[in-house]
């Protein structure tokens, strides 16, 4: 069955320290890839997403993702992070072929950042 | 993107009832979906809300549990019945368009079975 993991399901930075949560999935085929974000109570929202063409895709508020296909991984990386970006972070995979065509959540990873 | 809100936003149950959470986005959209999110646990798909058809459950999910209705393209309900402390949990609504293949979510519903 395909699933998504996500390494770190805590991690604890000070601002201005770079960000890399990994995520790899399993499967073989086509694929759309998401990370979405949780703010301390707020809903989930969309980060980036990666459906073809560059497989470096920049999202909102300085991340980016790179997408691996080898490694079947899509990690998301800041340079800087900053006290606000506090959440939970969310890799998600849409297989395009195969009978099942619905988004796989990773576990989550909860970051905190502190000033 | 799509404006979702959910109703209630969060209740606490008595074992054995069934609560109802009502979904309405702001506009039509194609697709329509609800999750479940355990404490600490990821989201988990519990069925596709079809527009004028039943719904398309995931394995370990059943209609008798979670009735759904969606009688139109903007609405959806999920009811969770008989419920018991293990449905405790952040119940999520999300809708989506074939075309552009995203996926928005509302607020969720935090439900407490006690």
């Known amino acids: 069955a395909q699933s998504v993991s996500q390494h770190n399901h805590h991690v604890i930075l000070s601002e201005a320290a770079s960000l890399e949560l990994g995520c790899n999935y399993s499967?073989?085929?086509?694929?759309?890839l998401f990370w979405y974000v949780q703010y301390p109570g707020q809903h989930l929202q969309l980060l980036l997403k990666?459906?073809?063409?560059?497989?470096l895709v920049k999202g909102i508020k300085g991340f980016e993702a790179e997408f691996i296909k080898s490694k079947f991984s899509f990690n998301l990386r800041k340079p800087s992070v900053q006290w606000s970006d506090t959440a939970e972070y969310f890799c998600?995979?849409?297989?395009?072929?195969?009978?099942?065509?619905?988004?796989?959540f990773g576990a989550g990873t909860r970051l905190a950042v502190h000033p | 993107s799509a404006v979702i809100s959910q109703k209630p936003s969060r209740d606490i149950c008595q074992r054995g009832t069934s609560l109802t959470i009502q979904c309405q986005v702001d506009s039509q959209v194609t697709m329509m979906f609800w999750y479940r999110q355990q404490p600490g646990q990821s989201l988990t798909l519990i069925a596709t809300?079809?527009?004028?058809?039943?719904?398309?459950?995931e394995s370990g999910f059943v209609i008798d549990k979670f009735p759904i209705s969606r009688p139109n393209l903007t609405f959806s309900t999920l009811t969770v019945s008989n419920m018991s402390p293990e449905d405790s949990s952040i119940y999520l609504c999300s809708s989506g368009a074939v075309k552009r293949d995203e996926q928005f979510f509302g607020p969720g519903t935090r439900l407490t079975v006690l």
């Open positions: 998600a995979v849409k297989p395009q072929t195969g009978g099942y065509n619905k988004l796989i």
């Open positions: 499967y073989g085929g086509t694929v759309n």
């Open positions: 990666y459906f073809s063409g560059d497989p």
């Open positions: 809300a079809n527009q004028g058809s039943e719904a398309t459950y």
